[in-house]
């Protein structure tokens, strides 16, 4: 089967310029997560979805983030504007959800560098 | 904040068995163990869960203490491809916390 499918791959822009992400989980899943990840640090989560709804988004800096998940498939992860400290490793996982204890499912993520 | 403890950093000889171990101590009765492996420049991939009986898959074998206070992920004959940072986390339904993992380093 097909993984989780994240583009772009790497990203460099400016301070103060928009950037989006987007993920295409594995067909099927109806549980998709962004977290970021800061060099020598663990993945942290900035936001979950059960299909359409997001259930869990208590670390997602609204101020500047947002997210959606469309017809509960495909996401995007947008950033306005970015700052220097959003400089990491953006990362989209799936998995079968529910009260199943089913595991996460890593894309390979997108870089972001903010100069 | 992750609810486990793991070594920051471990070396193993290549062929040699691999034992990452993990402490749990506040784990609760229907949380699971996961662990996954990162390997530079790509997301974290699954290895192996469990929930209190020991487990084998192609990958590794998890090994559960019977207070469930802490595991051992074993990689059996280990190869230069297993070095990679190793977390293990215990959560229930779809909360995942990571932490900082262990760095295994398969030597030659």
């Known amino acids: 089967e097909a993984g989780v499918v994240q583009s772009p791959r790497y990203k460099i822009i400016e301070k103060k310029q928009p950037v989006a992400f987007w993920c295409n989980p594995i067909?099927?899943?109806?549980?998709l997560y962004w977290y970021r990840q800061n060099l020598g640090q663990g993945p942290e989560l900035l936001i979950r979805y059960e299909n359409e709804e997001a259930v869990d988004d208590s670390q997602l800096p609204k101020d500047r983030f947002s997210a959606e998940r469309l017809k509960g498939v495909d996401s995007t992860l947008k950033i306005q504007p970015a700052e220097l400290g959003d400089s990491a490793v953006y990362l989209c996982?799936?998995?079968?959800?529910?009260?199943?204890?089913?595991?996460?499912?890593f894309g390979n993520g997108t870089r972001l560098t903010v100069t | 904040d992750a609810k486990t403890t793991q070594p920051p950093s471990m070396d193993c000889a290549e062929g040699r068995a691999a034992n990452l171990p993990c402490n749990h101590s506040t784990i609760s009765g229907n949380e699971y163990v996961y662990w996954y492996r990162q390997i530079h420049s790509q997301g974290p991939q699954y290895i192996i869960h469990?929930?209190?009986n020991n487990e084998t898959n192609e990958m590794a074998s998890l090994i559960i203490t019977e207070d469930r206070k802490s595991s051992t992920l074993i990689l059996p004959h280990a190869t230069l491809r297993d070095t990679a940072v190793y977390y293990c986390i215990v959560g229930y339904g779809q909360n995942f916390v990571f932490g900082p993992g262990t760095r295994l380093s398969v030597l030659p």
């Open positions: 067909s099927g899943h109806n549980t």
């Open positions: 469990g929930l209190k």
């Open positions: 996982a799936s998995s079968l959800g529910g009260r199943q204890n089913s595991p996460l499912h």
